[in-house]
Nanobody, 127 residues
Framework: QVRLVESGGGLVQAGGSLRLSCAASGRTFTGYVTGWFRQAPGKEREFVAAIIWSVGITNYADSVKGRFTISRDNAKNTVYLQMNVLKPEDTAVYYC????????????????????WGQGTQVTVSS
């Protein structure tokens, strides 16, 4: 399994921006679908966005389309989540996750299909 290390969370006002990073260690992201999930207090973990590492295909939750962008840096073996126009309802712990699916052109959106997880980073958006 790949080990994931997240960074970039914090406190921001509504309308502001943050960028989360997820770096892989132990192995590269080759063959992986890498994504972001989030979990707010009292709520289930939900899919935010993901990217197929090999071809760059992306998928987003409807709630973040047009505001969040997932991208990758092959040289740094890192996935990013650029979050713009943040809303208070975006407040949650954000988790990076990886699904080993070599050759797949699909992106799974259920958290239990991802076998590697980061430690989580808190994002708080104040109104």
């Amino acid at each position: 399994q790949v080990r994931l290390v997240e960074s970039g969370g914090g406190l921001v006002q509504a309308g502001g921006s943050l960028r989360l990073s997820c770096a892989a260690s132990g192995r590269t992201f080759t063959g992986y679908v890498t994504g972001w999930f989030r979990q707010a207090p009292g709520k289930e973990r939900e899919f935010v966005a993901a990217i197929i590492w090999s071809v760059g295909i992306t998928n987003y939750a409807d709630s973040v389309k047009g505001r969040f962008t997932i991208s990758r840096d092959n040289a740094k073996n890192t996935v990013y989540l650029q979050m713009n126009v943040l809303k208070p309802e975006d407040t949650a712990v954000y988790y990076c996750a990886a699904d080993y699916a070599p050759g797949s052109m699909g992106i799974r959106t259920t958290w239990d299909r991802y076998e590697s997880w980061g430690q989580g980073t808190q994002v708080t958006v104040s109104s």
